[in-house]
Nanobody
Framework: QVQLVESGGGLVQAGGSLRLSCAAS????????MGWYRQAPGKQRELVGV???????NYADSVKGRFTISRDNAKNTAYLQMNSLKPEDTAVYYC???????????????WGQGTQVTVSS
């Protein structure tokens, strides 16, 4: 059993900042890539940023220079630091991780339940 739990969402004014956390728990051998996605009302879920197990990152053009993804491997946790927030950043933010649970099976993809981020103008 593996569970991803997001936290840190909330209401913030435009120009403000939020820090999201994604904690993975359960029987985990290793976590490969971890990523953040978001889904705004009426829109498709989109990739916000991803970080691999070597620390390299990639971001959507819409958040480059404003958002930073990081991870703490000792805590099995990923973070999304969001600065200079805009109303168009309003969405449910989801954590995703590729996790190896046993030596007998390949890694699998897991999703968190999401955390709401609302940016007011």
């Amino acid at each position: 059993q593996v569970q991803l739990v997001e936290s840190g969402g909330g209401l913030v004014q435009a120009g403000g900042s939020l820090r999201l956390s994604c904690a993975a728990s359960g029987s985990i051998i290793s976590i490969n890539a971890m990523g953040w996605y978001r889904q705004a009302p009426g829109k498709q879920r989109e990739l916000v940023g991803v970080i691999n197990n070597g620390g390299s990152t990639n971001y959507a053009d819409s958040v480059k220079g404003r958002f930073t993804i990081s991870r703490d491997n000792a805590k099995n946790t990923a973070y999304l630091q969001m600065n200079s927030l805009k109303p168009e950043d309003t969405a449910v933010y989801y954590c995703n991780a590729d996790i190896r649970r046993t030596i007998y099976r390949p890694s699998a993809n897991y999703w968190g339940q999401g955390t709401q981020v609302t940016v007011s103008s």
